[in-house]
């Protein structure tokens, strides 16, 4: 078979979008900063002051009433200045501008009585963000340098209302992740594909509550990586690390029992300022980081695919083992991410001049199967590679309008198999699984099917922004999305058939399906701020539009009849799938009730359409009769006609500042959501059961979050957050269904509502740091949480109701050690991170016949031995039911 080239197409992408796009909008990615300036004795305005953002080409002028405002600042921290003549110049250092907020910075100014006197004031924010109308954190990028955390992840998951993952209870996928405020969801799977080097973002948005109508296809929540911009000054970053993970629970997790430096090292760095010889016109900023982590599952390589046994004969020693392993131990839930960023700012224009942008990351690892942990080469591997390609411009038109255009390109391309060649000659009957018996891991053989899928999105842009008054601050705008999605999955045959030698299918089976398809959708929105000092104001309505692109199976009863032919097939089984749109309004107020609090109500509809796998799947409607075990994909056909999936949220929540550095926050919420994914049964030639994806499916979630804050001052900073919800809805799945009709006897669909399996009830976050800024800093986190929930059953018959029962509740401590030196004139640190510092054994997952990690009845129960080369107990020890223990990493970084 022909190889696939990967990176030659994502160049060749890129460079194309450098010429035919070139501009990108920043939406999502700036503030605002507006105030008042006045005479310090008298309180007069001063008419046509001058206000600057020191470093940058952003200002204004202060009209007839002292007000002044200046739009589409980057956040970051920055140096204000305001000139007027005869007055002294002042200067407001830390001034704080965020992500989609306005600060308020009122500026008076005493006569000038020394020549070229500057007056410099020190911002102090507020715990209260008076325009905040929904719940929304803003993390600095300063902040996550003082966590011990590793990704965007690990961050999100410290936010209040998020379950690894699940925002206020939605399921996995409705959350929409954004880079610099392009989307890098893969439109196929519906999850995020590629994410910032957290030692490049500038400041992470997260979003748990309702949102302006800038922003669309999400259900629960959007995080919007804001990265750093190209600096005025050189600058720069070298990290290194190296560690391992370490646990005395030898029985759990087999070669944990040393630390190995080398199974865990980082190497990551960045680098910004102008190019050399041409001053401020042209300036850069790149970073790159590779982390190889082995992880913490390792199986034993006793056997190699190619092996078979013979454990058939009643007398086991009479049994014959083929077992031509070298019993090393094999990583099994390791990866390997290279992940590269480069930013070129071309200072033209009067607004942020033109901005080239490129992000690329490779991802190869393992996901770990228990069944191959003593043939650990003979599962699959996974590969992941994404790229995000743009360019942007913004033209201002004065101080309080401008316009931003958008071109982009993001790249997704997904493969899982053993080996890269379908026809590669080390691929293995499948029925050499079949060797063994009962509860025993396999001794050979190797799977079998190729999944490959490639999605390309190309997005244009334009939005439009104006502080048409003191009051109103209009945006609206449209975007157009193009997809090209590409599917694949082959099964390598290996049988009789084919002479024992790998072959491939015929086009058109079930087992070798090929698709492409180009859907598109468009959107549109019109929102307005209105900033009185009573009341802040936003209020929105967008609209978006989906087109499939797809034809849909009339009447999945006669799928059989499909059989007689070959694609493409008679159109009179087909019917094309319809234009979906949807138009949502949202709302959100604010009420300040003091200078130091306010009430915030919100309220909006939401729209997401379902990832593509949905509705294409298995698009030759090849249903195999055969009871063989087969990929649940095989036994599924998708549906280009779904509906759109849609949530209703409100909240209501309070801020308020209790004394200096010292602040709550109170918010409770509800969710209605409807349209979720499920599935109708059929059955093919009345035998056998296959489903096709509807919406079906129904969910509510109610919650209330209590936040505590104080901000770093003598020497400690902390916050602490805990999280009530109660998330039901009738399937934790889509596939829920038709997995339940697969069992023996068959289990009922749900008819009523219960807990999700993401349904944590209480959770509480803890987040700390101590110490001299630069001298040392120790920073932990802690969580806790109440147990998922589980279903309990006894030999695969249920014996109470659905995620009626609940696992052991979490908990986990994370700690950062930094001390800072100098060294010949740069700053250096070395620090150490302890993840799971009490090395404590989380059961993520549960035997349902006990509720719990390291103990099942089916010990204890008459039965025939396992026919394989494994004990009973060591078949039902499962590393992949309990967290990761604890790890240690050990690094230096240099800033200069």
């Keep these: 078979m022909k190889k696939n080239y990967y990176l030659s197409p994502y160049i060749m992408s890129f460079l194309l979008l450098q010429i035919l796009l070139s501009f990108k909008v920043y939406a999502g990615t700036t503030g605002k900063l507006t105030g008042k300036v006045a005479d310090a004795i008298s309180n007069e305005p001063l008419i046509g002051t001058n206000v600057v953002v020191v470093g940058t080409n952003l200002g204004a002028a202060a009209d007839i009433q002292g007000n002044y405002f200046i739009l589409n600042i980057p956040p970051g921290t920055y140096q204000v200045k305001a000139t007027q003549i005869g007055y002294s110049p002042t200067t407001i250092n830390n001034v704080k501008i965020s992500v989609d907020q306005t600060t308020r910075i009122d500026i008076k100014l005493g006569e000038q009585v020394v020549q070229l006197q500057n007056v410099v004031v020190t911002s102090t924010r507020g715990f209260v963000q008076k325009d905040l109308t929904s719940t929304e954190e803003k993390i600095s990028g300063d902040q996550i340098s003082m966590l011990p955390v590793e990704d965007v992840n690990a961050v999100v998951n410290l936010q209040a209302g998020v379950v690894d993952g699940h925002f206020r209870g939605g399921r996995i996928g409705e959350v929409k992740y954004l880079v610099d405020g392009v989307s890098v969801n893969d439109v196929y799977s519906g999850s995020s594909t590629l994410e910032a080097d957290v030692s490049s973002i500038q400041e992470l948005q997260v979003l748990t509550g309702t949102f302006n109508a800038e922003y669309g296809e999400a259900l ?251 009051v109103h601050e209009i945006k609206t705008g449209f975007e157009y999305d193009y997809h090209t999605l590409n599917y694949q999955d082959i099964q390598t045959i290996v049988d009789a058939s084919t002479g024992f030698k790998p072959a491939l299918p015929p086009l058109g089976s079930f087992d070798y399906n090929i698709y492409k398809n180009h859907p598109y959708q468009l959107a549109a929105y019109l929102q307005d701020k209105i900033e009185l000092e009573y009341l802040i104001v936003n209020v929105g309505i967008r609209y978006d539009l989906f087109q499939p692109d797809a034809l849909v199976l009339s009447d999945p009863n006669n799928i059989a009849e499909l059989d007689n032919y070959t694609p493409p097939y008679p159109g009179q089984y087909f019917y094309k799938a319809s234009v979906k749109s949807q138009v949502s309004p949202r709302l959100g107020i604010s009420y300040p009730i003091s200078d130091k609090g306010a009430v915030h109500i919100s309220y909006g509809h939401f729209f997401q359409i379902p990832p593509f796998d949905y509705l294409y799947r298995n698009p030759n409607f090849r249903i195999p009769l055969s009871n063989d075990v087969n990929p649940i994909s095989q036994n599924t056909i998708g549906n280009a006609d779904l509906k759109p ?190 993840y799971n510092l009490f090395d404590t054994a989380n059961e993520d997952n549960v035997f349902t016949d006990t509720g719990r990690a390291g103990y099942t009845l089916q010990l204890t129960q008459p039965q025939a031995a396992p026919r394989g080369v494994n004990t009973l107990a060591q078949f039902y020890t499962r590393p992949d039911f309990y967290s990761s223990p604890r790890q240690i990493i050990i690094g230096a970084q240099i800033d200069f």
Excluded: C
Aim: charge should be positive; glycine fraction near 8%.
């Design 220 to 470: 629960s929540g959007v995080v919007n990586q804001v990265t750093k911009i190209a600096g005025e000054k050189y600058s720069g970053r070298i990290s290194i690390y190296s560690g391992d993970y370490f646990t005395p629970r030898s029985n759990v997790f087999p070669n944990l029992n040393k630390l190995r430096p080398k199974d865990v090292y980082n190497f990551q760095g960045n680098l910004s300022g102008p190019v050399p010889g041409i001053g401020d016109f042209l300036k850069f900023f790149v970073s790159g980081r590779y982390l190889n982590d082995n992880g913490y599952i390792y199986g034993q390589r006793k056997f190699n695919p190619s092996d078979s046994s013979n454990f058939s004969n009643s007398d086991p020693s009479k049994w014959y083992v083929g077992a031509t392993g070298d019993n090393a131990y094999v990583p099994m839930n390791s990866s390997k991410t290279l992940t590269l960023q480069g930013k070129l700012a071309i200072n033209v224009g009067s607004g942020k001049g033109i901005v080239f942008n490129g992000l690329y990351q490779n991802n190869d690892y393992k996901v770990y199967d228990h069944m191959f942990r003593l043939d650990p080469d003979g599962d699959y591997n996974y590969y992941q590679k994404s790229f995000l390609g743009s360019a942007s411009y913004t033209h201002l038109f004065n101080s309080k309008s401008f316009l931003d255009f958008l071109g982009s390109a993001f790249l997704s391309d997904y493969k899982q198999y053993v080996y890269q060649d379908p026809l590669d000659p080390r691929y293995v009957n499948p029925q050499r699984f079949s060797d063994v018996g009962g509860p025993a891991f396999y001794t050979g053989g190797t799977q079998n099917w190729h999944f490959l899928h490639n999605t390309n999105t190309y997005t244009g842009k334009i939005d439009y922004t104006s502080q048409i008054t003191n």
């Design 645 to 834: 999936q849609q949530t209703v949220m409100y909240e209501i929540g309070l801020q308020q500042e209790i004394f200096t550095n010292f602040g709550i926050n109170v918010t409770t919420y509800y969710k209605d959501i409807r349209n979720l994914l499920g599935v109708e049964l059929f059955l093919k030639n009345n035998s056998k059961r296959f489903a096709k994806f509807i919406n079906t499916d129904y969910g509510s979630v109610t919650g209330i979050t209590l936040s505590f804050e104080k901000r770093f001052s003598d020497g400690f900073s902390a916050n602490l957050d805990y999280t009530y919800q109660v998330a039901k809805g009738d399937a934790s799945d889509p596939n829920d269904a038709f997995n339940k009709a697969q069992t023996t006897p068959p289990v009922q669909a749900n008819k009523m509502l219960v807990p999700l399996d993401w349904d944590r009830r209480h959770s509480l976050n803890l987040t700390a740091s101590t110490g001299e800024l630069e001298n040392y800093l120790i920073s932990m986190v802690a969580r806790l949480g109440s147990g998922l929930p589980y279903t309990p059953s006894f030999q695969q018959t249920n014996t109470g109701i659905e995620n009626s029962s609940n696992k052991p509740a979490f908990f986990n401590v994370d700690v950062y050690l930094t001390k800072y030196l100098k060294l010949m004139g740069f700053n250096l640190s070395v620090f150490a991170k302890i």
